[in-house]
């Protein structure tokens, strides 16, 4: 399976910014839409933003609202999440995956990694 190691995250006060990392396995990275989503304690979990293997489509989840900007380095096999004007709502552990379908939860590999976590305080 395919290696996801999410990190970046970390505690910052609310307005502040955060940049998520996400370093894949594969040789096919760079041909595959990679997609961010996110589980806040006792919720389900969410889509947050989704890139296209090029990286020239992104699609974002409403809640985003253009605080929030995912991109990709394919020569690095990385996927990125720059996160601006935080709210404490975006506390969560995030996650990336290969998604199966943009806007949803479904994702093309089953194994999520272990996340990155990111609190946003008040």
């Known amino acids: 399976q395919v290696q996801l190691v999410a990190s970046g995250g970390g505690l910052v006060q609310a307005g502040g910014s955060l940049r998520l990392s996400c370093a894949a396995s594969g040789r096919t990275f760079g041909l595959s839409s990679m997609g961010w989503y996110r589980q806040a304690p006792g919720k389900e979990r969410e889509f947050v933003a989704a890139i296209s293997g090029g990286g020239g489509s992104t699609y974002y989840a409403s809640f985003v609202n253009g605080r929030f900007t995912i991109s990709r380095d394919n020569a690095k096999n990385t996927v990125y999440l720059q996160m601006n004007s935080l709210r404490p709502e975006d506390t969560a552990i995030y996650y990336c995956?290969?998604?199966?379908?943009?806007?949803?939860?479904?994702?093309?590999?089953?194994?999520w990694g272990p996340g990155t976590q990111v609190t946003v305080s008040s």
């Open positions: 995956n290969y998604p199966r379908t943009w806007g949803t939860t479904e994702t093309r590999q089953t194994y």
